[in-house]
């Protein structure tokens, strides 16, 4: 069975604090992918990234970074220097390779709130 | 600018009413889903669609049904709404997915329903 954990149900941190928030996935598949989407209080999910399996390299866009490890089945995302703008709630997501239909499970996110 | 609306941001109805929750993709996407949102469960996935007329169960069909007569437009179904059923209803779409893996879902803005 696939599954997406996201420990982490509310995090609290100060403005210009660096925050992780965790996923761990469970997957059979050896093909398959990875997201991160971030919904604001406006409610309208934002694509941040994609993610394959094959692909372990760390990504760093901007103030955002991504650790795939895929010996712990873990694909963390780190904000630095955070900011009150990035108060949102946080959904990974995992995808199967292959079929028409592209079906994602997600996990049950995780809350943050940047303080200024 | 790719754009996925909903009919309404929020709905307020009556249990034991038909209900239907309208989506539209201006983005010519094959793929088309349904998941609504509640707290502590993330988002759990209703319909999807993978092509104009075709359509299949997601984790939790009961008590709803899809249409999608048009590629653009995906309708979901409360054949007779219950106070249950009183969540966030989120739409997405995709395109099929490059070299067979799950393509980025864009989000409407969701609508809140509240059945009483």
């Known amino acids: 069975a696939q599954k997406v954990t996201q420990a982490q149900t509310e995090i609290s941190v100060v403005e210009k604090e660096d925050v992780t928030l965790d996923c761990v996935y469970e997957t059979r598949d050896t093909t398959y992918y990875l997201f991160w989407y971030k919904q604001p209080p406006s409610g309208e999910l934002v694509f941040l990234i994609r993610r394959n399996s094959f692909d372990e390299q760390n990504e760093i866009s901007g103030r955002y970074s991504w650790n795939f490890q895929k010996s712990t089945s873990s694909f963390n995302f780190t904000i630095t220097a955070s900011q009150v703008v990035d108060s949102a709630v946080y959904f990974c997501?995992?995808?199967?390779?292959?079929?028409?239909?592209?079906?994602?499970?997600f996990g049950t996110g995780t809350l943050l709130a940047v303080q200024p | 600018d790719v754009k996925v609306t909903q009919s309404s941001r929020y709905l307020v109805k009556r249990t034991g009413e038909k209900v239907f929750l309208e989506c539209v993709q201006d983005m010519d996407h094959e793929n088309m889903f349904w998941y609504r949102q509640d707290p502590g469960l993330g988002l759990r996935l209703i319909y999807f669609s993978y092509d104009v007329k075709m359509k299949e169960k997601g984790d939790i069909p009961e008590g709803y049904s899809v249409s999608r007569e048009k590629k653009e437009r995906f309708s979901l179904i409360l054949e007779s709404a219950s106070t249950n059923q009183t969540s966030m209803y989120l739409c997405?779409?995709?395109?099929?997915?490059?070299?067979?893996?799950?393509?980025?879902?864009?989000f409407g803005p969701g609508t809140r329903l509240t059945v009483t």
């Open positions: 997405a779409s995709s395109s099929p997915g490059l070299a067979g893996g799950p393509d980025e879902q864009y």
């Open positions: 997501a995992l995808g199967n390779y292959g079929g028409a239909t592209n079906k994602l499970i």
